[in-house]
C-alpha cells in the first residue's frame, strides 16, 4: 500500500522525522534540539506524547533508535533525546523511497501544512475531528489540556502544550469543511471562552460567526463600556460583521457607532447613525458630525458640532467642537473649548474621557510653543488615564516632546 499522510503508521512518521536530524553530532550533550525529545517528536507529528513514548520504546527494544539524556535548548534540565541506529536509517530511507516512487514528498508525512485537508478530515474519528475543528477556530494560544481529548493527539502543540497550528493552516482546513460544522465549533468555543479565559472580545465574536445573533447583542450592550474602553481593529470587524439588532437596536447601534467613531471608521459610522435616525434616536446627528471630522472635514465638523451644542449643550458635541478647532489649527479658541468640555464632563460625573481631553489640550500648548505647560498637560492625562494601552501612548508622546527631535502627534 501506498504511504500517505493518512496512512503512514506512526512508527513510520517518527522513523523519518528522526531522519531528517541525521547530522546532529550523537556524542554532543548540550543544545540539542527540542524536536529530538518524546514531547518534541509529538508535537511535530501532531500526535499525543503517550503515542510518541509507546513507538519509541518499541523502536528502542526493535535497535532501531537509541536515547540519551542530554541539556536540551530553551530547557533548564536534562531530557531524553533519541537518534536513529543504522537499522532505523535504513529503515526510514526505505519507507522515503516508497513515498518518492509514488511522487509523495515525505515531508507531508509530516507537516499538516503540506497535507490534504479535505483528506485530513476524511480520516479523523468524529472526536478527534470536534476537537481539530475547536483548535482550528479559536484565534489566541491555549493549552490543549483545555481542549476535548483526542485518539490521535492530531492537534499540535508546543513542548509547553499550547496548541500551534499557524493561522493559514487554519484557514485552509476551515476552507474543508461545511458551514454547519464551523457553527456548531465557534459556538462551543463562545462557551469555552465563557467558562475559561472570559475574554469577552473572543466571545461576541464565536457568537457572531456561531449565528447566535441575540447572545451576541446582549453582550456588546451590557458591556459597551468595556469594549468602547478597549476598541481596536480586530472588535470593529467583529462589530461590522454581527446581524442587525433583534432586541433594543437603539443600544445596539449607539455601541456600534462608538466602536466605529473611536477606530476612524466614517462609513461604518454613517450607516450606524442611519441606523440610528431610523430608530428614533437624537444621536444620528453628532455621529455623523464625528464622521466628517475622521474624514478631514473638520469645517464641517465644527459647523455641526457647534449646532448641537447650542442645541443640547452635551459633553460629547463640546468635545467634538474643541476636537474640530484643534482639528482647524485655531488653538486658543480650542484651549479655551476643551477647558469647557471638562466642565461639561464633570458635570455628567463622567470621567472617561479626561485624558483624552488633557491630550488635546496639551497639543494646543504645544502648537503655542509652550512645551513645559504641554508636559505638565500630559502629566495631568496620565494621572487621569487608567488604560493601560493609552498610559503607554500618552508616555511615549511626553517622551516624544522632551526629545524634541520628532513632531509629535496629539490627536
Avoid at 553530532?25 to 529530538?36: C, K, Q, R, T
Avoid at 509523495?104 to 483528506?119: A, N, Q
Avoid at 464622521?291 to 452635551?314: F, V
Wanted: a neutral charge; one cysteine or more; proline letters at 4%.
Amino acid at each position: 500500500m501506498t504511504v500517505t499522510m493518512e496512512t503512514a503508521t506512526i512508527r513510520e512518521r517518527i522513523l523519518l522525522h528522526l531522519s531528517r536530524f541525521r547530522m546532529v553530532n550523537e556524542e554532543e550533550v548540550y543544545n540539542l534540539p527540542f524536536d529530538l525529545t518524546q514531547d518534541g517528536i509529538a508535537a511535530a507529528l501532531g500526535i499525543s506524547r503517550a503515542h510518541s513514548s509507546l513507538e519509541l520504546k518499541k523502536l528502542r527494544q526493535a535497535g532501531k533508535v537509541r536515547e540519551n539524556q542530554v541539556h536540551v535548548i530553551g530547557s533548564g534540565i536534562r531530557r531524553k533525546v533519541y537518534y536513529l541506529e543504522p537499522d532505523g536509517r535504513t529503515e526510514a530511507e526505505h519507507v522515503k523511497k516508497k513515498l518518492e516512487d509514488a511522487g509523495v514528498p515525505f515531508e507531508t508525512v509530516l507537516d499538516m501544512r503540506k497535507c490534504d485537508p479535505g483528506l485530513m478530515w476524511d480520516k479523523l474519528s468524529p472526536s478527534d475531528r470536534d476537537a481539530l475543528g475547536l483548535a482550528c477556530v479559536i484565534r489566541v494560544p491555549v493549552d490543549k489540556k483545555l481542549l476535548p481529548p483526542t485518539d490521535s493527539g492530531v492537534v499540535p502543540a508546543t513542548h509547553e502544550g499550547v496548541v500551534c497550528i499557524s493561522p493559514d493552516v487554519k484557514k485552509r482546513y476551515l476552507a474543508a469543511v461545511d458551514a454547519d460544522s464551523i457553527r456548531r465549533w465557534n459556538s462551543a468555543a463562545a462557551d469555552w471562552w465563557m467558562d475559561n479565559l472570559g475574554d469577552d472580545q473572543e466571545r461576541l465574536y464565536h457568537l457572531s460567526v456561531a449565528g447566535r445573533p441575540v447572545e451576541a447583542d446582549r453582550l456588546l450592550v451590557g458591556r459597551s463600556a468595556e469594549f468602547l474602553e478597549n476598541h481596536n481593529d480586530d472588535l470593529l470587524e467583529t462589530v461590522k460583521g454581527m446581524a442587525y439588532p433583534v432586541r433594543n437596536p437603539l443600544a445596539s447601534w449607539s455601541v456600534r457607532a462608538g466602536i466605529a467613531v473611536a477606530c476612524g471608521d466614517a462609513d461604518f459610522a454613517e450607516k450606524a447613525a442611519a441606523e440610528l435616525e431610523r430608530y428614533g434616536s437624537d444621536e444620528f446627528d453628532i455621529v455623523r458630525a464625528e464622521s466628517k471630522l475622521i474624514k478631514r472635514d473638520p469645517e464641517g465638523s465644527l459647523k455641526d458640532a457647534g449646532r448641537i451644542y447650542a442645541e443640547k449643550g452635551t459633553a460629547r458635541s463640546a468635545m467634538l467642537v474643541g476636537r474640530s478647532l484643534y482639528a482647524l489649527g485655531r488653538y486658543d479658541e480650542a484651549e479655551r473649548s476643551l477647558s469647557d468640555t471638562i466642565k461639561k464632563f464633570t458635570e455628567t460625573g463622567d470621567v472617561s474621557r479626561l485624558d483624552e481631553i488633557l491630550v488635546l489640550r496639551a497639543g494646543a500648548a504645544y502648537a503655542r510653543g509652550d512645551r513645559d505647560g504641554c508636559l505638565s498637560i500630559l502629566g495631568k492625562a496620565l494621572a487621569s488615564c487608567r488604560n493601560e494601552k493609552r498610559r503607554e501612548s500618552i508616555l511615549a508622546l511626553a517622551e516624544t516632546v522632551r526629545s524634541g527631535k520628532v513632531v509629535p502627534v496629539f490627536d
